[in-house]
């Protein structure tokens, strides 16, 4: 499906959905919290998702209007523009997540995000996740992404048009020439600046304890050492370190961030998202830890060095998710 083809769904889809939750909320409202009632959901998860839900379709539908008159003025291939417009939409976007689900969110190790230029290696554990990087790396550490994603998320109308006007690349996960998709990614790192950073995440996937163990054997049929080294871990999944080297290979100078976060656990699923919000939320805790790119082994070493490094977030997920040591 072109571009073109795409966009001439999602975008109505969108501003029909927008319109249709202010129109019908009457309606949904008073269902909504009926529904929480019956089944003593007193904090009313089903009214604050969709809440969230009004507000993510207008902030989109005003991300592709603010797309659209930048394009009406030839403002098309204005990266400092549209990095503005992705740096608003995130924190509206996060501001709006806060308001109406509760969340709040701590991001100590943000300044450990800057300068770049850096590749930023992220746990992968929501549907916010995305989110929550964003609004990271664009509010509180003033830096500007390029980031590596799935192309499935072409179907966001305003990640399709905006993201693909910054630099960015939608990965195809099931490319039949993967060194195509890794070339790619080469040349996505080359073009960091000092005020920008390449965002990754190396599992590939939301994590969960079957994902999990589907990896594990994948990896145990070509590597089984590798499988029991990484066999202990309780939250992550197994690192592909395919794309993360491709990275590194385009910018060599690059410094490397790991970033791991706890509090979005759960929210992989429209039932987990209700299951979270049902309870009052812990609070979102984004932590990072930058290390020298001297420090980072090239070669046949570094698949041990990212599967030290992923077991070592593994451990912090842990220890901030049982800070009294219950395992």
């Not at 019908?24 to 009632?37: E, F, I, K, M, V």
């Not at 990212?306 to 451990?315: G, M, T």
Request: with cysteine.
């Amino acid at each position: 499906m072109s571009a073109l083809q795409r966009r001439a769904v999602s975008i109505p889809a969108l501003l029909l959905g927008a319109v249709a939750l202010v129109i019908l909320l009457p309606l949904w409202l008073p269902l909504a919290a009926l529904s929480d009632g019956v089944r003593l959901r007193w904090r009313l998860p089903t009214v604050r998702l969709l809440a969230f839900a009004v507000c993510w379709a207008w902030l989109e539908t005003i991300g592709v209007t603010v797309a659209l008159l930048l394009w009406l003025t030839g403002q098309r291939r204005n990266q400092r523009a549209h990095f503005a417009l992705q740096r608003w939409w995130a924190a509206r976007l996060m501001g709006a997540l806060q308001m109406t689900t509760g969340i709040r969110v701590e991001a100590a190790d943000a300044s450990s995000l800057s300068p770049g230029p850096a590749i930023m290696l992220c746990r992968h554990a929501s549907l916010a996740d995305s989110l929550l990087s964003a609004w990271v790396v664009t509010s509180m550490a003033r830096m500007n992404p390029r980031y590596v994603l799935k192309k499935e998320l072409l179907a966001d109308p305003c990640l399709d048009i905006v993201g693909n006007r910054l630099p960015n690349y939608f990965l195809d996960r099931q490319a039949p020439d993967s060194a195509t998709e890794l070339s790619m990614l080469r040349i996505l790192a080359a073009g960091l600046t000092d005020d920008q950073v390449a965002i990754i995440f190396p599992e590939g996937t939301r994590s969960s304890p079957t994902k999990r163990a589907r990896a594990l054997d994948k990896i145990r049929e070509r590597d089984p050492a590798r499988a029991d080294r990484l066999a202990g871990m309780r939250h992550l999944l197994p690192p592909r370190p395919a794309g993360t080297q491709a990275l590194l290979g385009g910018r060599p100078d690059a410094d490397v961030i790991v970033a791991w976060h706890v509090g979005f656990d759960g929210l992989d699923t429209f039932g987990g998202i209700l299951r979270h919000l049902a309870r009052r939320p812990r609070t979102v805790q984004f932590h990072a830890r930058r290390i020298a790119r001297a420090d980072v082994p090239g070669g046949a070493s570094f698949t041990r060095w990212l599967d030290d490094q992923w077991l070592q977030s593994d451990r912090a997920v842990h220890d901030l998710l049982h800070p009294e040591g219950t395992s």
